[in-house]
């Protein structure tokens, strides 16, 4: 059965970093995209980051771009999120997610059939 599981989530002051983590069974990674979600209450979820370890092809959402970096690790089966100079607008759940894609990634979140729980993200002071 294929699984997602986040971890690493907390409470960190603003300028912090986190490193989020994505561990999948059922599934090789190598073979699958991952997408990073988030979503804050009372907004839509907003698609942040994705990889393609096949072609190394990875996007980031504006909002995030320079601060958060995607990463796989295919012999350990998980994915990573590592966010930099966190903000208090960072905080949300996050999710991670995969589906099988031939080239490429999106941040649309029609474009995964596969979902993980969501870790909890608060950044404040």
């Known amino acids: 059965q294929l699984q997602l599981v986040e971890s690493g989530g907390g409470l960190v002051q603003p300028g912090g970093s986190l490193r989020l983590s994505c561990a999948v069974s059922g599934f090789t990674l190598g073979y699958y995209v991952i997408g990073w979600f988030r979503q804050a209450p009372g907004k839509e979820r907003e698609g942040i980051s994705c990889i393609n370890s096949r072609d190394g092809f990875t996007v980031y959402a504006d909002s995030v771009k320079g601060r958060f970096t995607i990463s796989t690790d295919n012999v350990k089966n998980t994915a990573y999120l590592q966010m930099n100079s966190l903000k208090p607008e960072d905080t949300a759940v996050y999710y991670c997610?995969?589906?099988?894609?031939?080239?490429?990634?999106?941040?649309?979140?029609?474009?995964?059939?596969?979902w993980g729980q969501g870790t909890q993200v608060t950044v404040s002071s």
């Open positions: 997610a995969a589906d099988i894609r031939g080239l490429g990634c999106t941040t649309q979140a029609t474009g995964y059939a596969y």
